[in-house]
């Protein structure tokens, strides 16, 4: 089966442009997950879908970030305006049912670099 | 709030030696522990988890990790490092219920030939 598709691979803008970051979960995965490394720090958790419903957006660092998942695919996440501190590595990780009971998959990830 | 902490960003074994890799958590209740590797250019794998039952936990590749919770630790191990180990590893907490992964900053590891 294919995995977790992520795209642009990188992304290189400038501050206080938009850039919109997609994910293609593993098909039939209901759960979808955002999560975000800066700056060689610790991943954290941004938001979590379930189908197309945000079930836990306590993640989202600001209201620059939005989150959306028609029709409970695919999955984008657009930066608008991009700042400098939104550098980092986002994940995208899905999976057919709750983590605890299934292994989550994950994408290579969307290295974002602001300048 | 639950919160990881992973002793040592950078570890450095012989190959052929034990890889022990240090994970400490904090929580107020009894939470599910994971361990993630991250191969260069690649996502995030599951290793090996804990939710309920035996303390020692066996994952693939060889690793293993005990949970003891007198010591709110989460070690994970390996008797004999190969090359092929030489990655960035995660220890990651979550409640039971909860739907979100909170990780430790990550232990890189490197064999040395």
């Known amino acids: 089966e294919a995995g977790v598709t992520q795209f642009p691979s990188h992304s290189v803008i400038e501050k206080g442009q938009t850039v919109t970051l997609r994910c293609d979960p593993i098909?039939?995965?209901?759960?979808l997950y955002w999560y975000r490394r800066v700056m060689g720090k610790e991943i954290k958790f941004l938001l979590h879908?379930?189908?197309?419903?945000?079930?836990?957006e306590s993640g989202m660092p600001n209201n620059r970030f939005l989150a959306e998942r028609t029709g409970g695919t695919y999955s984008t996440l657009k930066v608008q305006p991009a700042e400098l501190e939104d550098s980092g590595v986002y994940f995208c990780?899905?999976?057919?049912?709750?983590?605890?009971?299934?292994?989550?998959?994950f994408g290579n990830g969307t290295r974002l670099t602001v300048t | 709030a639950q919160s990881v902490t992973q002793l040592g960003s950078h570890v450095s074994v012989s190959e052929g030696a034990l890889v022990l890799l240090r994970c400490n958590y904090s929580?107020?209740?009894?939470?599910?522990l994971f361990w993630y590797v991250q191969y260069p250019n690649q996502g995030l794998q599951l290793l090996l988890k804990y939710t309920t039952g035996a303390t020692l936990v066996k994952g693939i590749n060889g690793f293993e990790a005990e949970f003891k919770k007198s010591e709110t630790s989460f070690h994970l191990t390996k008797p004999s490092a190969h090359m092929s180990d030489a990655a960035e590893y995660f220890c990651a907490v979550s409640l039971q219920g909860a739907q979100k992964l909170v990780f430790g900053q990550g232990t890189r590891l490197t064999i040395n030939p």
């Open positions: 990780a899905s999976g057919p049912q709750g983590f605890h009971n299934s292994p989550l998959h």
């Open positions: 929580s107020s209740v009894p939470p599910y």
């Open positions: 098909s039939g995965h209901d759960n």
């Open positions: 879908f379930v189908k197309e419903s945000k079930q836990d």
